[in-house]
Structure formats: C-alpha cells, structure tokens
C-alpha cells in the first residue's frame, strides 16, 4: 500500500546547516568574512592582491581560494600579503560549498587572522545558490563583461551585499552602458553598495577598502 | 550547473524520511522548483538514475511543480511576472522589486510502500 509522508523541506539544508555552523565558527574567533563571487577573469585574484597591501596594517588576512585545479591564486594571495593562503581544489565542481569552507577553515588558525577573504570559483550562476557562511557575498563585475550580466544572471545579482565593478579604466574603449546596467542591479537589488574601481590604476580602491574595514569592526 | 550536488540532497532527504516511516521502498517524490533557481529537471532525473541505483529509492518518479517567476514593483506594490530582460513594474515603470515567488526549491512529499 502506498502512503504519503509530507516532507517540505528545502533540498539544500545540509548546506544551508553547516552554513551556519562555519559562520558561528568565524563569530566565535570575530573573523569577519566575505564571499567573493565572479565570472572568470573578473579580477577577483587582482582584487586580493590590490585589497591586501592596503589592509596590511590594519588587518591579518587569511585568504581561501576555490578553483577547479591549480594553486595558482593561493599563491598569487600569498605574495601579496595573506596570513595565510588555503587552496581548495573542487575536482571539477562549479562553485564551493559549506563542507568545503568547513575543510578550508580546519587549515587556518582562526584566532592568528581578522578577516577571511574567500574566493570562490569563477561562475556566475553556481555559487550564488551555496550558502557558505560568510558574513558578506560581494560580486565583482568588470566592464568588459558587458553591461547585460544583471538581466542574464539575475540569481547573482539579486543575492549579494555589495558589487564592485572593476576595469573602469577600460571604459573610454568598451561599449558599457553604465545606466543599463545599473537599472538591472537596481532593479534585482535596491540600494545595493557599490565600487566602481580599477585594480590596475588603484582608483576606487579606497573606498573598497574601508568598507571592508568598517565590516571587521563592527 | 550543479545538478549533481542538488540530486544527492534530494536522494539524502527522502531516503532520511522514508526511514523515519520505516518504508520498504519509495515510488514517487514530488519536488517544488522555481522558475529563478535555473535548475534543469531532465538533469536531476537524469543523475537520479544513476545514484538512486541500488537504494531503496531506485527506480522512484519525480514529478516537479514548477512555481513561476513573480515579481512585486516596491514602489506601486503592483505584482507582475518578469518579461526576459524587462524587470521594470509594467504598471509605473520603477525599478526595485521584491521576488513574490520563482526562488522555490523543496522537497514537498515522498509515496512509499
């Protein structure tokens, strides 16, 4: 005989559950942390690399980097000043998940860093749907992406608490409709606060930068 | 996409209840997905073949509700779908909605014997 059980219950919990459980875990060390989401070739390495001398001071960093292969970018983060730089390898998964973060965190001493900066892996459609316990999901978008990426991705867009919009060197040569694509990110995220900058220039970083600073002391 | 990761959860979520019930085989699960989430259902069903293998679950149908996509304009409060690339309120033109539904992704209820 057959019989209904009622289950209603949303298809990423485990991950939404250990989600958290990473999250109290950054808390209880006051590691404040950030979920750093983009397409490929975005400049969320660069952004590291530009991001970390200036918080050097400030700051100690860990920084954890997804990638399907190679330790290219834990590398390049180490360089330019991390505490520590962890690579996850995703073995060809498009984007990291909790248990990932979870293992991430396990190689780091949490009460020798101030902040995490986590890389995630170049998508823009993936990682937007893995909660991995960060305090803040940021999305660097860049000019020459294009300025139609809010209306084709608008799951990313609509899930972050900060844009920055990197390349705005690139402007004066690239057809990028700055109002086109700010109406998308409006319309999917109101309010949402954003840095136009240039990692290659250095202009817009500041900005950038004391946001970030503000998030670590509160 | 990530229809791997997501068709596992499924397996775990209804395999985890089925035991609670003390079933001996599960025939059918019927799943809420949004418009939004971008999920493929002939993907999930195609990785529930090979994973529900050799588990009470094998051979279990999936039925999908798709919940389409509702938007809500945060200036006039009108309640309208979203047209491809036009996410501006057809009623006042502003921009800045709340998602009504479309962002949907549960298991809803598992048939067992």
Redesign the interface.
């Known amino acids: 005989m057959t019989q209904r059980i009622p289950v209603v219950e949303r298809i990423l919990s485990a991950n939404d559950k250990l989600a958290e459980e990473n999250k109290s875990r950054l808390d209880a060390a006051n590691v404040f942390a950030i979920n750093l989401m983009a397409s490929p070739g975005a400049g969320k390495t660069s952004l590291i690399e530009q991001t970390l001398p200036r918080l050097a001071e400030k700051l100690r960093v860990a920084v954890v980097d997804g990638d399907i292969a190679t330790s290219i970018d834990a590398d390049r983060a180490a360089v330019a000043g991390a505490a520590v730089a962890v690579q996850i390898n995703t073995g060809g998964e498009c984007h990291l998940d909790a248990v990932m973060l979870q293992q991430a965190l396990g190689q780091i001493d949490l009460t020798t860093v101030d902040m995490l900066l986590v890389e995630n892996v170049g998508n823009l459609v993936c990682p937007a749907s893995f909660a991995l316990g960060t305090h803040k999901s940021v999305l660097v978008a860049s000019i020459p992406e294009g300025d139609d990426k809010p209306y084709k991705y608008p799951g990313m867009y609509r899930g972050v608490d900060g844009l920055v919009i990197n390349k705005i060197d690139l402007l004066p040569y690239i057809d990028f409709k700055m109002d086109y694509f700010q109406k998308g990110v409006e319309a999917l995220n109101p309010g949402l606060i954003t840095f136009p900058l240039s990692c290659r220039t250095g202009e817009g970083l500041d900005a950038w930068v004391e946001w970030l600073l503000n998030g670590a002391r509160t | 996409?990530?229809e791997l990761?997501?068709t596992q959860?499924?397996l775990?979520?209804?395999l985890k209840?089925?035991q609670k019930?003390d079933?001996k085989r599960i025939?059918d699960l019927h799943?809420v997905m949004g418009e939004?989430?971008?999920l493929v259902d002939e993907s999930i069903q195609f990785y529930w073949d090979i994973i529900a293998k050799d588990t009470i679950a094998e051979g279990a149908k999936l039925h999908f509700r798709i919940v389409p996509a509702e938007f809500q304009c945060?200036a006039c409060f009108e309640k309208y779908k979203p047209d491809?690339?036009e996410?501006?309120c057809p009623n006042c033109g502003a921009?800045?909605?709340k998602?009504v539904a479309g962002e949907e992704?549960?298991?809803?209820?598992?048939?067992?014997?």
């Open positions: 996409m990530h990761p997501v959860s499924i775990d979520i209804a209840h089925a019930a079933a025939t799943i939004l989430t971008k945060m491809g690339e996410f501006s921009v800045g909605v998602i992704f549960s298991l809803e209820a598992i048939d067992v014997e």
